[in-house]
């Protein structure tokens, strides 16, 4: 079973920025090129919903309608790493934020059930 290992997350004042990165546990597993890697987040009492996600091959990338514009994916295929740039915070955004395979998900990619492999999660919380 592939692990999936966030870091990244913190307080921080809102407005503010925090950059999350997800990568496999085992170094030696492979990313294939269908692959997308998205970011998911949850709070206490609503279910977990889509953030973002980026195709290893193609590159392209979708967001959530409440994050686009402040937030940006990228991936370092060297690195076999997942970013999430997060700017201009608000409280809002408090979560614990996932990151997760889909093995398939150029047309699945906001099916949760899709998705194969999942870390545990890092907490963000944005408040002054």
């Known amino acids: 079973q592939v692990q999936l290992v966030e870091s990244g997350g913190g307080l921080v004042l809102p407005g503010g920025s925090l950059t999350l990165s997800c990568a496999p546990r085992?170094?030696?597993?492979?990313?294939?090129?269908?692959?997308?890697i998205s970011w998911f987040r949850q709070t206490p009492g609503k279910e977990r919903e889509f953030v973002s996600g980026?195709?290893?091959?193609?590159?392209?990338?979708w967001y959530a309608e409440s994050v686009k514009d402040r937030f940006t994916i990228s991936r370092v295929a060297a690195e076999n790493t997942v970013y999430l740039q997060m700017d201009a915070l608000k409280p809002e955004d408090t979560a614990v934020y996932y990151c997760?395979?889909?093995?398939?998900?150029?047309?699945?990619?906001?099916?949760?059930?899709?998705?194969?492999?999942w870390g545990r999660g890092t907490q963000v919380t944005v408040s002054s």
């Open positions: 085992d170094a030696t597993f492979v990313i294939y090129s269908s692959y997308v």
């Open positions: 980026i195709h290893w091959r193609l590159n392209k990338k």
């Open positions: 997760a395979i889909n093995p398939d998900g150029r047309l699945s990619w906001n099916d949760q059930s899709k998705y194969d492999y």
